[in-house]
């Protein structure tokens, strides 16, 4: 793995994102399980192989904690996504711990604030009341309801911590993981119209077609973090030189 370049890990990124929407469509058109268990397999891949290589070949650590819990979140949501398929509820459950482990792994990029709260609001409130009122969105059980607003919490808690880190800071890592949560959000917003809806086809189609893309966005944000290291460390040797330079000319 030593041998493993940032050019290779560009090729190995690209051809697993193939791999995945390949995957994706394979799913779209057959609707096998197992298909669908393949293709998650392949964004929990994507993420571990990101991580070790940052750790092991680049040696940083600066964003390891975050990796660690991208990729353990990325292991729940490919669990979610096999179970949903067998108990709804439980699948459920399953993609909520993921966005937990995503939220907590978002404050390792940027410690909570009050820019935090006004955002998770802006993005909770329209999602209960769109759960709650949305027209022929039938739940059959008041468990049902309360499951799907719960959810609505927690994904917007994801969702609203990294709008609020992107309007923070504007760096490469925050735009992949606002992109990942968003196109994550928007999936699980098309799984609601689709199972609670009447089965809407294009409901899920858009849920699939946006939901790989989101998982990918958000296992290579491991990998964009490193670079954004490594940009930041460039920009401080080049300061701490200029620095330098201008104590020697004022000697």
Do not use: W
């Not at 077609?209 to 296992?219: D, G, I, R, V």
């Amino acid at each position: 793995m030593d041998k493993i370049n940032d050019n290779h890990m560009y090729i190995i990124n690209s051809v697993l994102l193939l791999l995945l929407i390949a995957g994706d469509i394979a799913y779209i058109i057959t609707e096998l399980l197992v298909l669908k268990a393949v293709t998650s397999v392949i964004f929990v891949l994507i993420g571990v192989l990101n991580l070790l290589y940052v750790l092991l070949v680049k040696k940083d650590k600066s964003h390891m904690i975050f990796g660690i819990l991208i990729c353990i979140g990325l292991f729940f949501a490919m669990l979610g996504d096999i179970i949903l398929e067998i108990h709804f509820i439980t699948g459920a459950v399953l993609f909520a711990v993921a966005h937990i482990f995503y939220f907590i792994s978002y404050i390792k990029l940027s410690k909570l604030c009050l820019r935090d709260a006004i955002c998770f609001a802006c993005i909770c409130i329209p999602s209960i009341l769109v759960v709650v009122f949305f027209p022929n969105l039938d739940y059959g059980s008041v468990l049902m309801e309360v499951v799907a607003c719960l959810y609505a919490v927690v994904i917007s808690l994801m969702v609203g911590k990294a709008l609020s880190n992107l309007i923070g800071k504007r760096t490469m890592t925050n735009i992949y993981v606002f992109l990942g949560s968003t196109l994550f959000f928007l999936s699980d917003l098309m799984l609601l119209f689709n199972v609670f809806g009447g089965g809407i086809m294009l409901a899920q189609v858009l849920c699939l077609s946006l939901y790989y893309p989101a998982e990918f966005a958000l296992a290579y944000s491991i990998y964009i973090a490193y670079e954004d290291n490594k940009v930041k460390e460039s920009i401080e040797a080049q300061e701490m030189e200029s620095e330098q330079e201008e104590n020697r000319e004022d000697k």
